[in-house]
């Protein structure tokens, strides 16, 4: 069974502090790694990843994959107060070719921003 | 952007009765859809992914012939909460994916039943 584990489930800082969630996974025949931010509703796009050690970055908040040792990292640099979400790892995976695979998400990390 | 639209946002029934969910991808079509719950501070649950003009199929433990999906059109998916119940009160979240292989959420679903 594909299996995605994100922590902390939970932080609290405050705005300016830098925070670091990690997603660890392990799936069948992985495909790509995605990070969502959900505030109130469904969750926003973040990042996808596909291969180890390219980091990508939008802001202030960037990621990077490692595949050897199955896991991602999402680092949010001078957190504001709208930072406050839970964001969620998920991992694609499945056999190749036409077919979409599945999403797999991890329970999500609570990171609440104060002032 | 790519669009993805749920009607109802917010609906409340009782105990018993059927409830529809509408997702609906406003420009852009969509031959996979797929359906997901996530219960309070927990994450998003894969009900079933929903192909145009077939069956869906339903991951392990979602009780097909309660949660009734139909994809009649490359626009449209739909789940019915069949005989609804209390547990079955959750955020009822669709996503679509487009040719890109994209992937897109609505905007939730919540559903409280009494």
């Known amino acids: 069974e594909d299996k995605v584990v994100q922590s902390p489930l939970s932080l609290v800082v405050h705005e300016g502090d830098t925070v670091t ?95 | 952007g790519a669009v993805v639209s749920q009607h109802p946002s917010w609906v409340i029934c009782k105990s018993g009765t059927s409830v529809k969910i509408e997702c609906r991808s406003l420009d852009f079509q969509a031959t996979t859809m797929f359906w997901y719950r996530q219960f309070p501070k927990q994450s998003l649950m894969l009900m079933a992914t929903s192909n145009e003009g077939s069956k869906a199929t339903y991951e392990q433990g979602v009780e097909k012939d309660k949660f009734l999906i139909n994809h009649a059109s490359l626009t449209l998916s739909t789940l019915t909460v069949t005989s609804a119940h209390p547990e079955d009160s959750s955020f009822y979240i669709c996503s679509a994916r487009n040719s890109g292989n994209e992937q897109f959420f609505g905007p939730g679903t919540r559903l409280t039943v009494l």
């Open chain 1, 21 to 115: 969630l990690n997603c660890s996974y392990e799936v069948t025949n992985f495909r790509s790694l995605l990070w969502y931010k959900q505030e109130k509703k469904a969750p926003t796009f973040l990042f996808m990843l596909t291969s180890s050690g390219i980091e990508k970055k939008s802001g202030r908040l960037s990621s990077i994959l490692d595949k050897k040792e199955l896991f991602s990292i999402l680092n949010i640099t001078a957190t504001q107060t709208g930072d406050s979400a839970i964001y969620l790892c998920a991992v694609r995976s499945g056999a190749g070719g036409t077919s979409y695979g599945k999403l797999t998400f991890g329970q999500g990390t609570i990171l609440t921003v104060h002032p």
